[in-house]
């Protein structure tokens, strides 16, 4: 009996395994973009978006990877036919500059909160000493009004 379904699941996963494998169409196209309207493939209406979409189609029937079919289409059109750029030269600047924004937005507003809590912090016990005795007594006079 285990060994039935042993055999079973070994089966089913080999049958599994190529359509895990094997980009399909629709997932290379959010990949690629048109070069005239600058969506993506899976957006795109264009005469040249549908010859792109065609040739993806053909070149994965033929057994072509996802790599190959983009190292393609950036030899005709370029490397701005990428949804994404590239990670590496210059293009390397289009990942890390947003990351360093952020992050240096981030330290930014964490400095200028710890200074504010520090000038609060501050702030409070400079009010507590400068009060005047008689002025203090005048508040909690007017304090023990509103306590029921």
Partial sequence: MSRALAVCVLVAALLV???WAAPSPSDLEAELVCPVCGTTL????????????????ER?????????IKAELVDQFGPGVLAE?????FDL???VVPLAVVATGAGAVGLVAWGWRRRREHD???MQESLDP?????LDAELERFDP
């Fill in 85 to 89: 750029p590239p990670k590496s030269g």
């Fill in 93 to 95: 600047l289009a990942w």
């Fill in 42 to 57: 899976d957006q795109s209406d264009a005469p040249v978006a549908r010859r792109m979409k065609q040739f993806v189609r």
């Fill in 60 to 68: 994965l029937a033929a057994g072509a990877t996802e790599a190959e």
């Fill in 134 to 138: 008689e002025l203090e007594r005048r």
């Fill in 124 to 126: 409070d016990g400079d």
């Fill in 17 to 19: 395994a190529p359509a």
